[in-house]
């Protein structure tokens, strides 16, 4: 069996904590035979800073490269407010997405059954939900430049964000959108501002164009973001696959983190194009950012994070068996009664991570050993 070298790097607030409960499972993968890794463990984010003087080092960014896969914890908190703008915890994290060119980032936000009382919507509204967002990662508005804060002569500032995308950029990230409907239910929503964006614009006629060059089997629907998220909220189970570029991204899967019950469920995989061997660039990392008001209590949940490493099975390792596996555990300990406190009933307390760590374990073991 190949043996894997992963890359974890758990960087600030509850990233570390959560990451721990990687350690477990990846531990249990290794005994019972499904996979083979070998661990090295790294600094980014507010950590990196602390240690190198850098939210990410180039000793680091090498590891990355060189590792067959990542997982990142989170990244920034409040210790590292007054720090230069490059300096910042989340400038870390976006070199390592830029200069690793993981460009597609893939968040599923499914709502487990035995959560969806937890969800600000409706039982009916969000159970069974089970949306890909899939999020342009290394374009848009996040690193166009001009991105700068001038003074004008009279003295008050101007600040500038710029939004672009290529054609290029654009195809590709709808490739991944339409091959991922065709293993899905055959549907993609594109979400753009083409009333008020030219990126907008291009957007929808690159997107509509791949389309009706190869997917035409495919159903595409063009929506407008703003609708999107109304939609999101009002009807979320009318969406499959929703490709959509960096800002509305980061924005959108948010909103539909919460329709599954709680933004500490969700997984993501960031993923880079298909090299000669097939093989992609990946990081894995979670969809909630380093929650520094709970960071170091211990009662993260740690799902999101260990649903980041059964991604990292299934899509750097083709390990489908060892993915199905883990996502069962998931949903079982969660069947069991398995809650921490951001998924608890109301009034109650909820278990801390190490135990829903535990909780998903012990259904592992049960169902395979080791
Ligand atoms: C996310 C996060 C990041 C983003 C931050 C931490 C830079 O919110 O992954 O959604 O905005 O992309
Ligand atoms: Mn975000």
Known sequence: MTTYKLLLLPGDGIGPEVMTEVEKIVGWLNRSGLASF??????????????????????????????????????????????????????????????LGLFANLRPALCYPALADASALKRDLVEGLDIMIVRELTGGVYFGEPKEITTLPDG????????????????????????????????????????????????KEVVTRVHAEHYSDVALEHVLADNCAMQLVRRPKQFDVLVTDNLFGDVLSDVAAMLTGSLGMLPSASLGAADARGTRKALYEPVHGSAPDIAGKGYANPIAMIGSLAMCLRYSFGLGEAADLLESAITRALAGGARTRDIAAEGENGIDTAQMGDAILHELESVRGA
Do not use: C
């Open 156 to 203: 008050s500032k101007r600040a500038v964000d710029t939004q672009v995308y290529t054609t290029a950029e654009i195809e590709r990230i709808a490739h991944v959108a339409f091959d991922l409907a065709r293993k899905r239910s055959g549907r993609v929503a594109s979400a753009e501002k083409n009333n008020v964006m030219k990126t907008g614009v291009l957007w």
């Open 38 to 99: 070998e661990t090295e463990r790294d600094h980014v984010g507010g950590s990196a800073l602390d240690a190198h003087g850098k939210p990410l080092s180039d000793e680091t960014l090498a590891r990355a490269d060189a590792a067959d896969a990542i997982l990142l914890g989170a990244v920034g908190g409040p210790k590292w407010t007054g720090v230069a703008y490059d300096l910042r915890p989340e400038a870390g994290l976006l070199r390592l997405r830029k200069d």
